[in-house]
């Protein structure tokens, strides 16, 4: 069972517009959102983070909107860049206890959108 | 440098060989993990360790061992490869003191399992 789901597994966008990346979760014991971004032969990189007590948060041409009521997140980039070209993760976690009672926070990631910008 | 190495960067083998995937990290990092990316499925966690000697299973651990005898490695064991196994296979470490600790990544093993 996905619990965070990625359903546009590709995105293309021309240089300057706005990209808009979507996700959608149904845990609702998940409460902080993150968003990672993949280059080719390359490790995921942090991007950007939303706690569930917020509905927003932004970072320079990174922009991150939670709606729990919907359990839906979504990364906007303004103005995209063909350097933005990647893969774009969202990943979710909650406070879990692991064994010996030591807590802890996992992530669970979405599938990925592959993000291509034109020049 | 200081990071997250992993080793190797590829790696071919035959099925029912026994395949371990390194780990070291050198920010003394509580947490590691163990990711496996693949097409269709992002990334799934196969086992993570809150501290040296603690471990557990993640969302798909079936054919893998880990140990975690030093805070900064952890080793991933295939004990009798399959090529279900192939795959490209992440380390990850954090403080996650809280939820709100990020992940980060080591540049990734990739294994071709023929």
Redesign the interface.
């Known amino acids: 069972d996905q619990q965070v789901k990625q359903n546009s597994p590709s995105l293309s966008v021309q240089e300057g517009r706005i990209s808009i990346l979507n996700c959608d979760y149904t845990n609702s014991m998940f409460d902080y959102f993150l968003w990672y971004k993949k280059y080719p032969a390359e490790g995921p990189t942090f991007l950007i983070s939303i706690s569930s007590i917020k509905d927003k948060n932004e970072d320079g041409r990174f922009t991150v909107f939670l709606n729990k009521s919907a359990k839906h997140l979504s990364l906007h980039i303004v103005p995209s860049q063909p350097g933005d070209s990647a893969v774009y993760f969202c990943a979710a976690s909650g406070i879990r206890l692991a064994a010996g009672g030591t807590s802890y926070g996992k992530l669970t990631f979405g599938q990925g959108t592959i993000l291509t910008v034109h020049p | 440098d200081a990071g997250i190495t992993q080793s190797p960067r590829y790696k071919i083998t035959e099925t029912g060989r026994q395949v371990t995937l390194m780990c070291h990290q050198t920010w003394s990092h509580s947490?590691m993990?163990w990711?496996r990316q693949d097409l269709?499925?992002?990334?799934?966690?196969i086992y993570?360790s809150?501290?040296a000697d603690?471990?557990?299973k993640?969302?798909v651990p079936d054919g893998y061992v880990v140990s975690r005898s030093k805070t900064e490695n952890f080793p991933l064991t295939l004990e009798s490869a399959t090529r279900s196994q192939t795959s490209v296979y992440?380390c990850?470490s954090?403080e996650?003191k809280?939820?709100?600790?990020?992940?980060?990544?080591?540049?990734?093993t990739q294994l071709s399992v023929l």
């Open positions: 947490y993990f990711y269709g499925h992002g990334l799934r966690l993570y809150a501290a603690i471990t557990d993640g969302e992440f990850a954090s996650a809280t939820t709100n600790e990020k992940l980060f990544f080591g540049s990734g």
